[in-house]
Each structure stands twice: as structure tokens, then as C-alpha cells.
């Protein structure tokens, strides 16, 4: 009897190995994927990229708007510190800036992968490349305490979001 258990656990043991080891080899043919993006789909894209950039050319705005009264304010700061020590609440002020310069780049640099990443939104890509790095160089000349340079270059990058901007109608 013992034998007889052996043997049919063996058989069984056997033929599910078998089993396992041998799969179907059909291939199944799925009907290939198509972008069949209707019309008001991609018109609702392009809205949506059209207010981001909107969006940063109001910010940029307000920003260069109040950008020259800090500067000047910052500027009379360290003119009026006659012994050359500098104020701790004006370095924190310029710190500030410097971080208000810095968050800019980097929107503008999210706001260049969202176009290159979104089909609809990458033939408008070629006019937008090259916003963040004209943020960066105005994060830079910001870090090296040219406030007024550094706002003039984000000027040119509202102009270039304007051109694009125009060019998305």
C-alpha cells in the first residue's frame, strides 16, 4: 500500500512538473493603439498651456513691478552702513530676492518639460526652450548681487513667453 501512495504521489509529482514546464506558445494579436485625440481635446491642452504661460508672465510682472523698489531700498541699506558691516535684515532681505529668482527658474524649467513631455504641446516647444535658462542667468547675476541686470534679463524672458504666447492663437 505504501508503495502504491509512492508511487501515484511520484506520478502525480512528475506529471504537474511536466505541466509546468510546458506552456502554450500562441501569440494573441492585440489591436495596436492609435492616438485618436479628438479636436476639443487638444484645443483643451493648448488652453491649459496658454494659461500656464500666462500665468508666469503675470508673476514675472508683478515681480520685475516690485523688484526695482527692494532694489533701490536694498541699495540705500548698504550705502547708509558706514562702517561697511553689513545688515543682518538686508541680507535676509537679499536672501529673499535670491530665492524669489530662483523659484522663477525653476518653474520656467517645469514649465519647458511640460511642453517637451505633452504631444500637443511640443510644436510650441522650440519657442519656449530657453526661458529657464534665462531665468538661470538671472538667478545668477541675482546670486552675484546684480539685482538690476538680473531683472533685465527677466525681462527678455517675458518677452519671449509673450512671443509664445502669441504664436500658440
Do not use: W
Not at 517637451?116 to 548681487?145: C, M
Request: net charge positive; glycine share 8%.
Amino acid at each position: 500500500m505504501r508503495k502504491a501512495t509512492s508511487s501515484i504521489c511520484l506520478v502525480l509529482l512528475l506529471s504537474s512538473a511536466a505541466l509546468a514546464q510546458t506552456r502554450s506558445r500562441s501569440t494573441t494579436k492585440h489591436p495596436a493603439k492609435t492616438s485618436t485625440t479628438s479636436p476639443a481635446a487638444v484645443a483643451a491642452v493648448k488652453t491649459e498651456g496658454a494659461t500656464r504661460i500666462a500665468t508666469q508672465i503675470k508673476s514675472l510682472s508683478t515681480f520685475l513691478y516690485l523688484l526695482g523698489g527692494v532694489v533701490r531700498g536694498i541699495e540705500a541699506i548698504d550705502v547708509a552702513s558706514k562702517d561697511g558691516q553689513q545688515s543682518p535684515t538686508n541680507e535676509k532681505n537679499k536672501a529673499q530676492l535670491r530665492s524669489s529668482f530662483s523659484d522663477f527658474r525653476v518653474g520656467l524649467d517645469a514649465l519647458e518639460v511640460h511642453f517637451r513631455t505633452t504631444p500637443e504641446l511640443q510644436p510650441f516647444y522650440a519657442k519656449l526652450v530657453g526661458t529657464a535658462s534665462g531665468a538661470a542667468d538671472a538667478e545668477a547675476q541675482a546670486k552675484a548681487g546684480q539685482f538690476n541686470q538680473a531683472g533685465k534679463t527677466l525681462l527678455g524672458v517675458i518677452g519671449r513667453l509673450a512671443d509664445l504666447l502669441a504664436a500658440m492663437r
